[in-house]
C-alpha cells in the first residue's frame, strides 16, 4: 500500500529542464518554483475573499508567491539533482496554463490549491529501470509503476494514463487490459465498468434511479443528486439550493454544506469561489 510520504515533493514532479527562457511555450527547470507560486496565490488571491483568506498562511499576495515558490523549487532542485527525473518543459507550459484555465475550482475546502491539468503527468518521466529501488515513489519509475510488494519498479500498468482505454472500454487490470464496457443486467465492481448511460448500483449495471428512490451514492441518481432525509434514509432528488439543511457537499448544488457556529449544517456559497 502506497504511503504517499513524498506528497510534498510530487508538486516537483512537473518540472525540469527547458529550452530557452525566451521561448513562452516552455518554463525552464530553474524557473519553476516562480511560476507556479504566480499562478497558485493568483488564484488564492483572485478567487477568496478576506474571510476565506485567513485559512492560508499568507499575509499578502507577495509573501505566498515567496514561500510557495522557495518550497517548490528546492523540492524540485533536489529530486532532479538526484537523477530521479527527466522533463518536457513544454507540458510544464501546458501543465500551468490548464491549471489557470480551471479556475476557481482548483481550490478546496480545505485549503488546498494546487495545479492540475491532462499534461501535468506528462511533464516529468522517471529514470529508474526495470527493477531499480523505487521504494513506494511510481514518479521515479520510466513505467510509473513501482510494485507496493517489492518497492522495485515493475512494468508498465495494463492501462497506463493519460488515456488508457476507448471510450466504449474500461481498464480491468485484472484481467491485463481495457475491456469492453458491460451492459445493462451485467455484473460490475465500480460505474467505469457500465455503458455511459448505466450506473453500478449493488454489483450490477442498471439504469439510474428516479427522484424518490432509495440510494446509496450519488451517481445511483439520474439527478445526480443522493439526499439524506436522517443519518439513515436516503433518496434521489433534485441538489439542493443555498440555504437548505445538508449533511455532506455532495447534496448542495454549490458543493458546499457548512455550518457558523452552532447552527445546523446548511447549504451555501462554495468555498472560494471568486463571487
Do not use: H
Amino acid at each position: 500500500m502506497r504511503t504517499w510520504r513524498a506528497a510534498g515533493l510530487l508538486v516537483a514532479l512537473w518540472t525540469g529542464c527547458g529550452s530557452t527562457a525566451s521561448d513562452p511555450s516552455v518554463i525552464p527547470r530553474g524557473n519553476w518554483g516562480t511560476e507556479l507560486a504566480t499562478v497558485e496565490c493568483r488564484q488564492i488571491f483572485g478567487c477568496c475573499d478576506s474571510t476565506e483568506r485567513m485559512r492560508f498562511s499568507f499575509a499578502d499576495e507577495a509573501q505566498c508567491r515567496q514561500m510557495i515558490a522557495g518550497k517548490a523549487q528546492k523540492d524540485l532542485d533536489q529530486i532532479f539533482a538526484l537523477g530521479w527525473i527527466t522533463y518536457d518543459g513544454k507540458a510544464a507550459r501546458r501543465c500551468l496554463d490548464e491549471s489557470v484555465a480551471a479556475g476557481c475550482l482548483r481550490i478546496q475546502f480545505n485549503a488546498t490549491v494546487g495545479v492540475a491539468g491532462p499534461s501535468c503527468p506528462q511533464v516529468s518521466r522517471g529514470t529508474g529501470k526495470l527493477g531499480a529501488t523505487c521504494e513506494d515513489l511510481d514518479f521515479v519509475c520510466e513505467s510509473s509503476n513501482c510494485l507496493s510488494g517489492s518497492g522495485t519498479c515493475g512494468p508498465p500498468r495494463a492501462c497506463p494514463p493519460p488515456a488508457p482505454c476507448a471510450a466504449s472500454q474500461y481498464c480491468d487490470e485484472g484481467l491485463g487490459g481495457c475491456m469492453p464496457v458491460k451492459a445493462d443486467g451485467v455484473a460490475c465492481a465500480s460505474n467505469v465498468e457500465c455503458d455511459a448511460s448505466l450506473v453500478c448500483r449493488l454489483g450490477v449495471c442498471g439504469a439510474p434511479l428516479q427522484d424518490g428512490a432509495a440510494c446509496s451514492l450519488n451517481s445511483d441518481c439520474i439527478s445526480g443528486a443522493c439526499i439524506r432525509s436522517s443519518p439513515t434514509i436516503t433518496a434521489c432528488g433534485a441538489p439542493l439550493p443555498d440555504g437548505a439543511p445538508c449533511m455532506l457537499v455532495t447534496e448542495c448544488a454549490s458543493g458546499s454544506c457548512s455550518s457558523t457556529g452552532t447552527a445546523p449544517n446548511t447549504c451555501g456559497p462554495r468555498f472560494c469561489d471568486g463571487l
